[in-house]
C-alpha cells in the first residue's frame, strides 16, 4: 500500500489538531459548570428571607427607641409619628396633599399607592393599621343599599367636640397639628383653667390661621366651669406676670395704672392700660376679678 495514503497535508494537519483542541475543551467545560437551573423557588425563598429580616430589623429599632405600636388609623397619623415609622418627608407629604383634599385611604393598597412607602415599610405598618368599621364593610353596605331602591344612605352628622374636653388624640387628628402643638394648646388650657371663646387658639404659639379654621370647624366650647380667676386689683407684679396674657412689661404697667388712678373696675379701664392688647381685653376680662 502507497505511504502517501497515510500522509497529510500541513492544513490537514492544523485542521486535525484544532477538532482535537475542540473536543478537549469541551469536556473541561462539562466537567467544571454546572448546568443544572437554579429553581425559581429558592430565589423567591431568598427574596423573603431578606424582607423579612428588613422588617424585624425595623421592629426592633422601634422597640430600641421605645416606642410600642398601637392600632391606628393611617388617615390620621401625625407627621412626627409617621417620621418614628420611617416615612420619608415626601411620603408623609403625599399623604397630607391627598388628605388636604377630604380624601381617605380605605386600604393597606391604597395606603401605598397613594404614599409610594417600599414593601419593607408597609409590611411594618399593616398589621397596625385600624380602619373604621364601615369600610371593612363596606361591600356589604353597597349590596344592601341597592337592594331597595327606596333606601339611600343618610349623610352622617358631624360631631363638633367641646375643646375643653379635647385629649391630646383628639387634637392630633387634626391636619397641622402633631404632638407639640397639641400638647401647647393642652398647657394653654392649663394655665387659664379653660378657654372661654375658639377665639382664643389665635393665641396659642404656633398654630397657624388654617390650623385654626380647622379647629373651629370640629371643636366649640361647651363647659366653662373651672377659669382660673386672677385678682386684677391686689395680684403683685409677679402674681400678674404668670398670667399667660399679661407679660412682665404689662403687669409693671398695670400696678403703676393702679397705684396713679386706683382700682381697675371693668373691661373699659383695661384698655386704658398702656401695653394691654385691646382685642383680647374682653377674653381677658373672664379671667378677672375686679
Do not use: H
Not at 30 to 50: A, R
Not at 204 to 232: C, H, Q, Y
Request: glycine share 6%.
Amino acid at each position: 500500500m502507497d505511504k502517501k495514503c497515510f500522509q497529510f497535508s500541513k492544513e490537514q494537519q492544523k485542521g486535525i489538531l484544532g477538532f482535537f483542541f475542540v473536543v478537549i475543551v469541551i469536556q473541561w467545560v462539562c466537567l467544571f459548570v454546572d448546568f443544572k437551573p437554579v429553581p425559581v423557588e429558592g430565589l423567591g425563598k431568598q427574596q423573603w428571607l431578606s424582607l423579612e429580616t428588613q422588617i424585624d430589623s425595623m421592629e426592633n429599632q422601634l422597640i430600641k427607641n421605645g416606642r410600642k405600636i398601637y392600632p391606628f388609623n393611617p388617615n390620621f397619623i401625625s407627621d412626627y409619628k409617621a417620621y418614628q415609622l420611617g416615612m420619608s418627608v415626601a411620603e408623609i407629604d403625599r399623604l397630607f396633599a391627598f388628605r388636604k383634599q377630604n380624601k381617605y385611604v380605605n386600604s393597606v393598597e391604597e395606603f401605598q399607592k397613594v404614599t409610594g412607602v417600599n414593601d419593607s415599610l408597609l409590611a411594618v405598618m399593616a398589621p397596625y393599621f385600624k380602619f373604621p368599621d364601615w369600610v371593612k364593610n363596606k361591600t356589604t353596605s353597597k349590596l344592601v343599599g341597592f337592594s331597595n331602591s327606596n333606601s339611600f344612605p343618610k349623610k352622617e352628622k358631624k360631631i363638633v367636640k367641646d375643646i375643653n374636653q379635647a385629649s391630646q388624640e383628639d387634637l392630633m387628628k387634626i391636619y397641622g397639628i402633631g404632638e407639640a402643638l397639641s400638647m401647647r394648646i393642652l398647657k394653654f388650657k392649663e394655665s387659664l383653667g379653660v378657654f372661654v371663646s375658639m377665639e382664643q387658639m389665635k393665641d396659642v404659639w404656633g398654630l397657624s390661621p388654617e390650623v385654626v379654621e380647622r379647629l373651629n370647624a370640629d371643636f366649640k366650647v361647651s363647659t366653662v366651669s373651672g377659669i382660673k380667676k386672677l385678682d386684677i386689683n391686689n395680684a403683685s407684679v409677679k402674681e400678674l406676670a404668670q398670667f399667660p396674657y399679661f407679660k412682665y412689661n404689662l403687669a409693671r404697667e398695670i400696678v403703676i395704672y393702679r397705684t396713679m388712678n386706683g382700682e381697675i373696675k371693668n373691661p373699659a379701664d383695661l384698655t386704658k392700660i398702656k401695653g394691654m392688647p385691646i382685642e383680647n381685653a374682653n377674653i381677658i376680662a373672664l379671667y378677672l376679678d375686679f
